[in-house]
């Protein structure tokens, strides 16, 4: 079993009637605390979005347009390989 706490929380009005008249007594705490597990959940896949939209920025920056298309990449490896033999 699970630990658990006893908390006070201050909803409005009208959200607890729409509780109250939605799920059965003796349901409503898990009721809470799946939906706030699912809140929480939301907003760290959108933290970690966030964060992942800010290393592409910091990626384009440092390495620009890169190609998405396996001849491209292969390509561009080519160039990149005939450019370190012309060094030796």
């Given at each position: 079993m ?9 909803l409005?009005?009208?959200l ?5 008249r939605?799920i059965?007594?003796?349901?409503r705490?898990r ?12 907003r760290?896949r959108m933290?970690?979005?966030?964060q992942?939209?800010?290393f592409?920025?910091?990626m ?11 001849d491209?990449?292969?390509l561009?490896q080519k ?5 370190q033999?012309?060094?030796?």
């Amino acid at each position: 079993m699970r630990e658990v706490t006893r908390v006070t929380v201050t909803l409005p009005l009208y959200l607890w009637e729409a509780v109250k008249r939605t799920i059965p007594t003796g349901r409503r705490s898990r009721f809470l605390a799946e939906a706030l597990e699912r809140e929480l959940h939301r907003r760290k896949r959108m933290q970690q979005l966030g964060q992942l939209r800010e290393f592409q920025k910091r990626m384009f920056q440092k390495y620009g347009e890169l190609p998405s298309r396996t001849d491209d990449i292969q390509l561009t490896q080519k160039k990149s390989d005939d450019n370190q033999d012309s060094l030796y």
